[in-house]
């Protein structure tokens, strides 16, 4: 019977991973391809996959742009955060919480906006870079900020600054 069991568990397994592939594919093609109804594709990533930059680069686009991610997460079931990276008024990486999407903990959107901006760069240095969240960073996220070389955070539609990441006492 356990025989039976497992065989029946390991019939199912691809099944799963080609619906985890084809969720991870369409949402790929959601946020490239500029569809009309994501905040994604109308604003923020282009169909070759860079980021879109504001025409006006200053701490209110690039919060902005943070909360458009926000609204990314929600519209798409997860919880309520988003984040952007900024180096040189550039941004080098952005993200919505993915906690829930990717059943991943440790996917705060401060965490996947530092993701995003070390692989676009391919470096984990981001030396001299500025967050800018939707709301203050948990002390997950300012660690990783801190161990990523990010300068200064900041939080919330006031802008508030979080100042230069610390790692937990």
């Not at 568990?9 to 994501?38: E, I, K, Y």
């Not at 984990?124 to 709301?135: E, G, I, P, T």
Request: net charge positive.
């Amino acid at each position: 019977m356990d025989k039976i069991r497992k065989s029946e568990q390991n019939c199912h397994r691809p099944l799963v991973f080609a619906r985890r592939g084809f969720l991870a594919a369409s949402g790929f093609g959601a946020m490239t391809a500029g569809l009309s109804d994501s905040v994604v594709g109308q604003t923020s990533t282009r169909v070759d996959g860079a980021i879109l930059q504001p025409s006006d680069p200053n701490d209110t686009t690039f919060m902005e742009r943070a909360f458009e991610m926000r609204q990314y997460a929600i519209d798409h079931g997860d919880q309520g955060y988003g984040a952007v990276v900024v180096r040189g008024n550039v941004i080098i990486g952005q993200s919505w919480s993915r906690v829930i999407l990717d059943q991943d903990p440790t996917a705060h959107a401060e965490m996947a906006a530092i993701r995003d901006a070390a692989r676009r760069l391919n470096d984990r240095d981001l030396n001299q870079a500025v967050m800018y969240s939707s709301s203050r960073p948990c002390p997950m996220c300012e660690a990783a900020a801190y161990w990523a070389g990010v300068r200064l955070m900041f939080y919330g539609r006031e802008i508030r600054s979080a100042g230069s990441p610390k790692l937990c006492s």
